[in-house]
């Protein structure tokens, strides 16, 4: 059971610190794992597919909206592995 724990922690601590990386600027690509999951991971979010794409529908009204939103563009215009 420790074993499937740290490999879980592990996984989480690596997406947390390639979002950081490749999605987020200024102050939230400097900030700390807590501060994340408050701002980013916490968010009323609901994720639609239709017409063979995908949208983020957020809450507008939520403070780091405009960050998040920011973050999914960047993320949606990565390369798709083959």
Do not use: C, F
Not at 11 to 24: N, P
Not at 48 to 57: H, I
Not at 60 to 76: C, E, G, M
């Amino acid at each position: 059971m420790n074993k499937a724990w740290q490999a879980a922690a592990l996984t989480a601590a690596t997406l947390l610190a390639w979002l950081k990386l490749l999605a987020l600027d200024g102050s939230l690509a400097r900030a700390e794992p807590k501060t994340l999951r408050y701002r980013i991971l916490h968010a009323a979010a609901r994720l639609a597919r239709g017409a063979r794409q995908r949208r983020l529908n957020i809450q507008a009204s939520w403070p780091w909206a405009a960050d998040i939103v920011t973050a999914w563009d960047r993320i949606t215009a990565l390369p798709q592995a083959p």
